[in-house]
């Protein structure tokens, strides 16, 4: 063990920690020296939406003195930005173990800073937390965290006065300021427990009449009431508002996955608590089979995140993935608003980079704008703000399962999700169709796009720099033709440039700095490369498209895009 991690380990048993973190200390010396090693070798990076991190003692875990060094970083900030303007934050939790620890510790300290608390008296989905800070008209908030990531994770998402995640300037003064705090005893632990309110069922009921206002047919869920929906909770915050929201809107044959519907942060039936895979959402695919249901719907721990499972133009049940989901979201609130006769000249709805390319041609062909923005919900809240007033958001969303729909929560937000994924269920089943039919539909009328993606994890010391190399390999040498398609155009989006590699005419993209690379094909496929910031992974989309003329057509053009996303991994060695 080097001379640096030996001097942290020395100052957390001899400084003013608790007698059980300095037990667990001593017990890592005796009998998981490498362990250790890990919980001390760096301090756990507060990045650009927060912390994320394995919990245990150290330096480099979530702890109750990573969390309160943070959050007395942040009230630094706030203090400086809002000289003796009162300052009110809003916090919340999800369901993971410690988390509501977590959320009473950073309330604490906030409160011991003189800021005005709300604190949520129980878990509540993250989306709730966003909507709190803009009912509340808070200066910031917190949710303690880690989204989708294994049991063993915590985390810290850091809100700004809208309800989004912190942007420039905000996302680098704050990690500025909570960097420079270099011990446990600059962070202002007590003191303040009278600034702590706790918020409950009134605001609960706040965000659940602000959810009804996004319906666009309730008459239709009035007729179509029993339709049978299966919800899972994946043992998360969902379990607290949709029942109640479905209800809301008007469902009364909802049905509550009992082996996942009890909130526990040891998530007992899953590998990964995240509705993106296919085994997470096992056991509700054999609920909805079981009941012959119309839908089926599972929401992540903190319930910003959203899987949908339909029965396809065969009968079998099949999971939709994030880009579906999305067109399916986006053409329903442009389709349906027009035909209600309430959609606006200036209506507009925000994707980003990496999404399916379908929801640009479905904007297009319904007159509405479409913007494309970096990849992260924070930057959808952003292009909302510069808008306000000028243009009327209706919806946003990503390929990563999810959703932003209205502009009072500025965040993805799984529960007004499931409560419109399952009112546009009713109205496909109202013309007798089902929500894949209408995907065929869709693919006839706007074209057939099919999109996947890889993540490949560079292990070791040296996974970093192998992935620098790779995309300075991409920038420096990007490939002629690709799966036989000859690259026509180069994005980068770290250059903020764009190029047409073959006049050699660039343009400047009007995008903040991001480490990605598209290459866009003469056959119209789309191939980015997106590092991730603090792991040594590397995420590849692909994007392919072709004509559907008719429905019949489906299965045979499915297999064809299918085998050019394969032919595309395997041009570019990915496999």
Not at 42 to 53: C, I, P, S, V, W
Not at 276 to 299: C, N, Q, R, V, Y
Request: charged share 20%.
């Amino acid at each position: 063990m080097n001379l640096s991690i030996e001097q942290k380990v020395a100052t957390w048993l001899s400084g003013n920690y608790d007698e059980a973190t300095k037990e667990s200390i001593k017990s890592l010396q005796t009998s998981q020296p490498a362990e250790l090693e890990e919980s001390f070798y760096k301090n756990l990076e507060f990045g650009t939406g927060g912390l994320r991190g394995i919990m245990g003692v150290g330096t480099n875990r979530i702890n109750k003195y990573t969390i309160g060094m943070a959050t007395q970083g942040f009230s630094n900030y706030l203090k400086k930005e809002y000289g003796d303007q009162v300052i009110s934050v809003a916090v919340g939790h999800d369901s993971r173990n410690n988390s509501r620890f977590f959320a009473e510790t950073t309330a604490q300290v906030f409160a011991a800073n003189g800021f005005k608390v709300y604190l949520f008296e129980a878990l509540r989905p993250t989306p709730e937390l966003s909507f709190a800070i803009r009912n509340l008209v808070c200066k910031a908030g917190v949710v303690c965290t880690a989204s989708h990531n294994p049991k063993e994770y915590n985390g810290y998402k850091a809100y700004w006065n809208d309800g989004g995640q912190l942007v420039p300037p905000h996302d680098k003064n704050v990690i500025t300021e909570v960097e420079a705090i270099q011990s446990v005893d600059e962070v202002k632990w007590s003191g303040g427990e009278a600034n702590i309110n706790l918020l409950g069922n009134a605001m609960d009921e706040a965000y659940i009449k602000m959810l009804k206002s996004l319906s666009v047919y309730p008459e239709v869920i009035a007729e179509q009431n029993e339709l049978k929906i299966v919800y899972t909770p994946i043992h998360g915050t969902g379990i607290t508002l949709v029942p109640k929201v479905l209800s809301a809107f008007g469902f009364s044959n909802v049905h509550v996955v009992e082996a996942q519907s009890n909130p526990d942060g040891n998530f007992p039936t899953v590998k990964y608590p995240n509705p993106e895979e296919s085994e997470t959402m096992s056991i509700g695919l054999a609920k909805a089979k079981e009941l012959d249901a119309d839908i089926l719907l599972g929401t992540d721990p903190d319930a910003d995140r959203v899987g949908v499972g339909v029965k396809n133009h065969k009968g079998e049940w099949v999971l939709m993935n994030g880009n579906q989901t999305a067109v399916l979201a986006f053409a329903y609130m442009m389709e349906a608003r027009r035909a209600k006769g309430i959609s606006k000249q200036n209506d507009m709805v925000i994707t980003t980079i990496v999404t399916t390319e379908m929801i640009n041609q479905v904007a297009k062909q319904n007159n509405v704008a479409c913007y494309n923005v970096l990849t992260g919900f924070k930057w959808i809240a952003e292009l909302i703000k510069e808008k306000e007033g000028k243009e009327n958001y209706i919806i946003g969303g990503e390929e990563s399962f999810g959703l932003m729909i209205g502009d009072q929560i500025r965040d993805k937000d799984a529960v007004s999700a499931v409560a419109l994924l399952c009112e546009m269920a009713a109205y496909e089943k109202s013309k007798g169709r089902s929500l894949f039919d209408k995907m065929i539909e869709l693919y006839v009328q706007y074209g057939f796009y099919y999109e996947n993606l890889i993540s490949i994890t560079k292990k070791g010391m040296n996974g970093q720099q192998e992935i620098a190399a790779m995309m300075e390999g991409y920038r420096q040498s990007p490939p002629i033709a690709i799966n036989g398609s000859k690259v026509v155009t180069l994005l980068d989006y770290e250059l903020q440039k764009g190029t047409n590699l073959i006049t050699g005419e660039s343009w400047k993209i009007n995008l903040p700095k991001s480490n990605v690379l598209q290459f866009i094909t003469e056959d119209g496929s789309k191939i980015s490369a997106r590092p991730s910031g603090t792991e040594p992974k590397i995420k590849f989309y692909f994007s392919v498209n072709t004509t559907l003329t008719n429905a019949s057509e489906f299965d045979s053009k499915f297999a064809q895009l299918q085998e050019k996303i394969n032919g595309i991994i395997a041009d570019m060695q990915l496999n």
